[in-house]
């Protein structure tokens, strides 16, 4: 079947725009996850969803990052009034969430933001 | 910030070498994930070991996993050209509140010479 998706895969903003990052995960997969990787790093956790809840969000670097799974299956991440360090790629991954100890998240390509 | 560590940063090899990767962590944790990367694309997933065991193989990946020192390698036997990524250890915490969020390594970035 069809694997995590994202999009737009690529967005440039100018600085102190808003800017909404979508993410389609796998069909049935009750985790949703959202990192943060800046160039040359690894990815950092921002939030994590189980069904339309969201469980942990204390990765948000800022009250101008929001995120939201209104339906339990597609999740939006949404920058406002975006700075130079917002810049990086926003990777979303699912997860069947089924049994803790052998629970794989799979990625989606990700969404390489560029704020000038 | 990041939990792990991983050694080396880079490392350079020839096709048909092997490539040994190494991860360190902090907390207890519930697994560990080894993630590649190709430049510019999305995480793949390539193998996951569960806090209570010692070694798991796939194909040409063999992953240890030791909780006393908190660590754990990858070595990637026979390597191809193909195998040229970044690699990542990720541990997902035994905190249950954590939800199984990851914590990433900063990356091994591998380099095969045909």
């Known amino acids: 079947g069809a694997g995590v998706s994202q999009s737009p895969r690529y967005k440039v903003a100018k600085r102190g725009q808003d800017v909404a990052l979508r993410c389609d995960p796998i069909s049935g997969h009750v985790s949703l996850f959202w990192y943060q990787q800046a160039l040359g790093q690894g990815p950092e956790f921002l939030t994590y969803f189980q069904n339309e809840a969201q469980l942990d969000k204390s990765g948000l670097p800022s009250d101008r990052f929001f995120a939201e799974r209104p339906e339990g299956s597609v999740s939006t991440l949404k920058i406002q009034r975006t700075q130079q360090e917002d810049s990086a790629v926003y990777l979303c991954?699912?997860?069947?969430?089924?049994?803790?100890?052998?629970?794989?998240?799979?990625f989606g390509p990700g969404t390489r933001l560029t704020v000038l | 910030s990041q939990q792990g560590e991983e050694d080396p940063q880079a490392l350079s090899i020839q096709e048909g070498e092997n490539a040994t990767m190494n991860c360190s962590y902090k907390?207890?944790?519930?697994?560990l994930q080894w993630y590649r990367q190709n430049s510019g694309r999305g995480l793949v997933h390539l193998i996951l070991?569960?806090?209570?065991?010692r070694e798991k193989h796939s194909g040409r990946l063999r992953v240890t996993l030791d909780t006393s020192k908190k660590s754990s390698s990858l070595l990637i036997t026979a390597s191809r050209a193909a195998d040229t990524a970044s690699y990542f250890c990720a541990t997902a915490t035994s905190l249950y509140n954590q939800g199984g969020k990851l914590i990433f390594g900063q990356g091994t970035e591998l380099s095969v010479k045909p």
């Open positions: 070991i569960r806090s209570n065991e």
């Open positions: 907390t207890s944790i519930n697994n």
């Open positions: 991954a699912s997860s069947l969430a089924r049994d803790r100890g052998t629970d794989t998240q799979y």
